[in-house]
């Protein structure tokens, strides 16, 4: 990790900005039910460690716990799509999409593909994990 980088994002409005310290790790896309249904279509997000994650705009965040182990962070106001908390772990997966401009990352692979739409087909060539 490279501690002087830092990446930034925000939800569509504003209300809630984060950066992260050092480089992203590379993300994956989950094409499960629940991230369908939260995103419209498939989450790809990154796995950050707590440590490196500041959130401005705490108070913006709706958490959703989606299970006993998970809950999912969006903006109260606009409805971004955030985080991805999972309860038991010193890490917070964050929405791609919410990055502002360059990445200098790229997608590894694809979960969760057991439960993918039927709409769309994944011919990028990544790993393909059925959970």
């Known amino acids: 990790m ?9 939800c ?5 900005r984060f950066t992260v310290a ?12 629940a991230c369908r249904k939260i995103t419209g279509h498939y989450l790809v997000s990154a796995d950050v460690l707590g440590a ?8 913006a965040i709706v958490w959703y716990q989606s ?6 962070g969006f903006c109260g106001t606009c409805g971004s799509t ?7 772990h010193d890490w917070t997966a964050i929405a791609m ?3 502002d401009g360059a990445t200098q990352t790229k997608m590894s692979m694809h979960i969760f593909v057991s439960e993918k ?4 087909d994944l011919k990028d060539g990544l790993p393909q994990n059925d959970t």
Do not use: M
């Open 2 to 10: 490279t501690d002087n980088v830092l990446q930034s994002g925000s």
């Open 12 to 16: 569509l409005c504003g209300n809630v």
């Open 22 to 33: 050092g480089d992203l790790p590379s993300p994956n896309a989950c094409h499960c039910i």
């Open 52 to 59: 490196a994650l500041t959130i401005d705009g705490e108070d």
């Open 67 to 72: 299970s006993d182990k998970v809950r999912r």
């Open 82 to 88: 955030l985080f991805f908390d999972p309860l038991f």
């Open 97 to 99: 999409g919410a990055f």
């Open 117 to 120: 739409g039927d709409y769309y």
